[in-house]
């Protein structure tokens, strides 16, 4: 069954580079922003990673946890790492979830339940559907999903990023005031919300 909006995250135990971590507990209190990427060393992803990096702080500052996945095992993502910090100035100072079984792939629906093998065995092409972006809030429920194709150019994807925090900012004003916070086009991280009247009206 595929995954939607205010379904449960699913909750599973993982190998990631800062140690062994149950997603759930990992969370806690925060909200938490999981993006998956199909392959170790590939450059589009090498250029977000970096990124992610250089702007966890607004993030953090957010009470958002950021956490990465690659399907490969942690020895790979050990050099990748070093070549991220070489290439974009900056390692990655959050963890990412090694899944070389392709585990956690398939358990959020990446990558269907069929398939098997040893994610060495795969290229990047074979793992192309493995490239989402999950928002999960402090309730543990799947808040956004964001599904996009490899062929996307890395600038679409840094806005995207983005993207990410400003929506999330628009589901916590959600959790805060208890109605829903509509987020405008182009609307940026700490921009003014659109209150609906309707649920202003429903709230009263």
């Not at 379904?7 to 209190?29: K, Y």
């Not at 309730?139 to 956004?144: D, G, N, Q, S, V």
């Not at 208890?178 to 609906?196: E, K, N, V």
Request: glycine share 4%; aromatic share 8%.
């Amino acid at each position: 069954m595929s995954l939607q909006i205010n379904d449960v995250a699913p909750d599973f135990e993982a190998n990631t580079t800062q140690g062994r971590i149950r997603f759930h507990d990992w969370i806690g209190d925060s909200w938490a922003v999981l993006f998956s990427h199909p392959k170790d060393f590939t450059p589009v992803c090498t250029t977000e990673l970096g990124y992610m990096a250089r702007i966890k702080h607004e993030f953090d500052r957010r009470n958002t946890k950021i956490i990465g996945l690659s399907v490969d095992a942690l020895q790979d993502h050990s050099r990748w790492a070093n070549d991220i910090a070489r290439s974009q100035g900056t390692a990655p100072n959050y963890p990412i979830i090694g899944d070389p079984d392709l585990a956690v792939a398939k358990l959020y629906n990446m990558l269907p339940a069929s398939v098997s093998g040893d994610a060495a065995e795969r290229s990047a092409a074979d793992n192309q559907t493995v490239r989402n972006v999950f928002v999960v809030g402090p309730h543990k429920r799947i808040k956004l999903i964001l599904v996009y194709p490899m062929t996307t150019e890395c600038s679409r994807l840094r806005s995207r990023r983005f993207r990410a925090i400003a929506v999330t900012e628009a589901f916590q004003q959600d959790d805060s005031r208890r109605m829903s916070a509509l987020l405008p086009l182009h609307g940026a991280a700490s921009s003014t919300y659109i209150m609906s009247p309707l649920l202003l009206f429903r709230s009263s």
